[in-house]
């Protein structure tokens, strides 16, 4: 199986996270020149809190999500840490249910690989709790790494 797009499902990782996700993203979509599609969803506060913080409006031409997402600080440091391995990659916002979101995404662009990034959790932990990364990985229409937070 080729692979020719791979969805990245952007949060608000932390710097050593984010590197993770990163080198992990390259050493799939690096050798087989895929193009990595970041995938940033918020929840409805959130976004108005970003949004006003960077101060985006919607005067400016394309959505406002995707446009609060390409300047928001995690994607632009993947962004960077992509566009210097000379992979290519584009940003895609949303605003809704975390998993759900990135999956249509997932399947709107046509994904042949996913990475998600989470950290450990006891199995209470995720019975209570619940896991994105694992509803990701359950309905994605293709395979997805984990990249788990090893700072946590």
């Known amino acids: ?9 952007v949060g608000t990782e932390g710097e050593a996270q984010t590197a993770q ?3 992990e993203a390259i050493a799939v979509a690096e050798p ?3 193009e990595v599609v970041l995938v940033h969803v918020f929840d ?3 976004f108005e809190r970003i949004r006003a913080k960077l101060g985006v409006d919607g005067g400016g031409e394309g959505s406002i999500p995707d446009a609060v997402a390409e300047r928001h600080t995690t994607t632009r ?14 940003v895609r916002g949303a605003v809704g249910d ?6 249509e995404a997932a399947t709107d662009v046509g994904e042949d690989r996913g990475v998600v990034g989470g950290r450990r959790r006891s199995p209470t932990g995720k ?15 293709c395979p997805v790494t984990f990249v788990r ?3 946590a």
């Open 149 to 151: 937070d090893v700072t």
């Open 44 to 46: 409805g506060s959130e």
């Open 32 to 34: 087989a020149s895929a």
């Open 127 to 141: 019975a209570v709790f619940g896991s994105v990364a694992q509803e990701v990985m359950l309905a994605a229409p």
């Open 21 to 23: 996700l990163a080198k």
């Open 98 to 103: 975390l998993a759900d979101e990135v999956t």
């Open 1 to 9: 199986m080729s692979i020719d797009t791979v969805v990245l499902a």
């Open 77 to 90: 440091a993947l962004g960077d840490a992509l566009s210097a391995a000379g992979v290519r990659y584009s």
